[in-house]
RNA sequence: GCCGGGAUAGGGUAGUGGUUAUCCUGAGGGACUGUGGAUCCCUCGAGCUGGGUUCGAAUCCCGGUCCCGGCCCCA
């Protein structure tokens, strides 16, 4: 038996791989329209950079390693860290907002699944410097695009975290992040059993998850009211709102994942009343879903997921939202906005049509093989051309042509050369024509443009 | 980490303990020495891996690897 693939990792033949580029060039196309520009960082970076913002579970699904050096290093895991760590240590003096977007391979290990694998592809989009509402319509509504040029559709969940914390900051903080991993679960029972034992399940945030659309922000209106008549449960300004202040080394537990490092965010339900309507403005189809968290203690405003059907277990497509990560990465606080897309899954629901073009085939008769060879590469200047190296005589060169699916073939043979002319074949209508070099070389030509 | 189903030529498959492992497709060559996808002929090519049971294993049992679906998790 020969050696076989890594488990989760995948070959992509010609078609996969053909495909698949079109695709990213398509979402490609929507990033620079939208002034985007591409960057790239190491496949592998100092384990650090991931540890840093993660809990523990995470950290446990990282391609770990040391190197000949004694450094540990660690497959990228994702991309925004890396990014924001080329942002801090290379772009803070650069002008403000910065659009970059990335395309890249990532490493998880991670059981592997349909629309799961060790080794995946991310494409995404971080709008740095900016976070108001104006950038997080952007954000959404050029993921919006992007997943459209490839005729994709999705649900879009858009959720705001500073509603949330600010209501959390109404829990005793050692219960918060156990109420923030609660609405994340979608553990609702768990949820209102634990807002009662505490005695918080006046606050309305069960009512508020299990709404969505326009009844939500109704609800957040109203809640937002109740808020700012009464005093705050905790009077340590800076944290407040943010869940516990980090515990170094406290670990243990998923709960610890969410703990620490939390940043604070303003309760501007107004703001966010502005990006629903930018959206609605962009024609953005979503719907408001306070329930939508994300998990990750650096996410400060605006949040949101997209949905697609047809993927069976793993439907999330798309993750996004406002954060705050600079600062964690030792840097001035710079709020941004970004997203990524699991462009592996997208690939598995893409709606674009085939446009594969075969090569045209040049075939001789083997006493003109080095004319032939010439002609091949004056032709190879303008169109995609092959020609045979298995030594078949010309009926197997055209048997093989047509086997590939070639459109045209050009004949070359001691009459052709004699004659000055060479023979186009048109193998789809049956046709063909003895024409000079420069008058296939126009024609061909003409055939391939915009391919 | 957990549960279930799988793995036979490059691809798709048949075969439930016993000759030379079935069929389709594919690839290469030829019939056709300058004109293609048909047809015919020839050729190439396989039981994931390691152990066990057995006179004998693709087939039964165990471990491993990988695949598919789900759980957990999901930056």
Request: glycine residues 12%; contains cysteine.
């Amino acid at each position: 038996m020969t050696v076989q693939r890594p488990r989760g990792t995948r070959d992509f033949l010609p078609e996969e791989t053909e495909k698949r580029g079109r695709a990213k060039l398509a979402m490609q196309d929507v990033l620079e329209c939208w002034g985007y520009q591409e960057v790239a960082t190491p496949t592998f970076e100092h384990l650090e950079l991931f540890t840093i913002k993660s809990g523990a579970s995470v950290v446990e699904e990282i391609y770990s390693f040391t190197d000949k050096g004694g450094r540990a290093l660690a497959l990228r895991p994702e991309l925004t860290a890396p990014v924001m760590r080329m942002y801090v240590s290379e772009m803070q003096n650069s002008s403000k907002p910065q659009r970059l977007w990335y395309y890249g391979n990532c490493f998880r290990y991670e059981r592997p699944q349909r629309g799961r694998f060790r080794e995946f592809w991310q494409m995404g989009a971080e709008l740095i410097g900016a976070a108001k509402p104006d950038s997080e319509a952007e954000a959404i509504a050029l993921a919006d695009q992007m997943l459209k040029s490839v005729g994709v559709s999705g649900d879009i969940h858009v959720g705001y975290l500073g509603l949330i914390r600010s209501i959390l900051g109404r829990i005793e903080a050692e219960h918060r992040p156990s109420v923030m991993r609660m609405i994340d679960k979608k553990e609702r029972n768990a949820l209102a059993a634990l807002l009662d034992e505490i005695g918080q399940s006046h606050l309305g945030l069960i009512e508020l998850i299990d709404l969505k659309g326009q009844p939500a922000l109704d609800k957040a209106a109203e809640i937002v009211q109740e808020l700012k008549g009464k005093p705050e449960e905790t009077s340590a300004s800076g944290a407040v709102l943010a869940g516990e202040p980090a515990a170094a080394g406290a670990a243990v537990g998923r709960g610890s994942a969410r703990q620490g490092r939390a940043v604070g965010a303003e309760l501007r339900l107004d703001e966010f009343q502005e990006t629903v309507d930018l959206l609605n403005a962009y024609g953005v189809k979503f719907t408001i879903d306070f329930e939508i968290v994300r998990g990750l203690e650096y996410y400060s405003g605006t949040v949101f997921e997209i949905y697609a059907e047809g993927l069976g277990a793993q439907r999330q497509i798309c993750g996004g939202g406002t954060y705050e990560l600079a600062s964690l990465f030792g840097g001035k606080e710079t709020s941004s906005t970004g997203f990524g897309l699991g462009f592996d899954r997208i690939m598995e629901i893409v709606q674009m049509e085939g446009a594969r073009t075969s090569p045209v085939f040049l075939a001789f008769t083997p006493d003109v093989k080095l004319q032939a060879a010439r002609i091949a590469g004056m032709l190879r200047k303008s169109v995609p051309l092959v020609m045979d190296v298995m030594g078949r005589s010309l009926g197997a060169q055209l048997k093989a042509a047509a086997g590939a699916g070639a459109q045209f073939v050009v004949i070359v043979g001691k009459d052709e050369l004699d004659a000055g002319m060479l023979t186009l074949r048109d193998m789809v209508g049956g046709g063909q024509e003895s024409l000079a070099l420069a008058e296939i070389e126009a024609r061909l030509k003409t055939h391939f443009q915009g391919k």
